[in-house]
């Protein structure tokens, strides 16, 4: 069906950045919005950021100003440049693409296994 790969989590410390990947894979017709969600323990999973496919971007206010979503749609990846990172910061990044995988079909959500990002000194 579909599947997305996310890579670029791990330990940074406060102040630090990270860049994290997501790249889609399988039977792919459109991709439309794109975006990022993160759940820390003992949270709901929350919006990070999110692309559509025309160039529109939505943060969390939390993270304005020191996240940036970009896509490469060539390549059916979206990336998240993570700068300025902070402890609250820290959660399991999951990546989202909302696909219309056969001709004339309906859309659906994939999501990605999830990526630690971890914010500590």
């Known amino acids: 069906q579909v599947q997305l790969v996310e890579s670029g989590g791990g330990l940074v410390q406060p102040g630090g950045s990270l860049r994290l990947s997501c790249a889609a894979s399988g039977s792919i017709v459109n991709i439309y919005t794109m975006g990022w969600y993160r759940q820390a323990p003992g949270k709901q999973r929350e919006l990070v950021a999110t692309m559509s496919s025309g160039g529109s971007t939505n943060y969390a206010d939390s993270v304005k100003g020191r996240f940036t979503i970009s896509r490469d749609n060539a390549k059916n990846t979206v990336y998240l440049q993570m700068s300025s990172l902070k402890p609250e910061d820290t959660a399991v990044y999951y990546c989202?693409?909302?696909?219309?995988?056969?001709?004339?079909?309906?859309?659906?959500?994939?999501w990605g296994q999830g990526t630690q990002v971890t914010v500590s000194s």
């Open positions: 989202l693409a909302r696909v219309r995988t056969t001709m004339n079909g309906p859309t659906q959500n994939y």
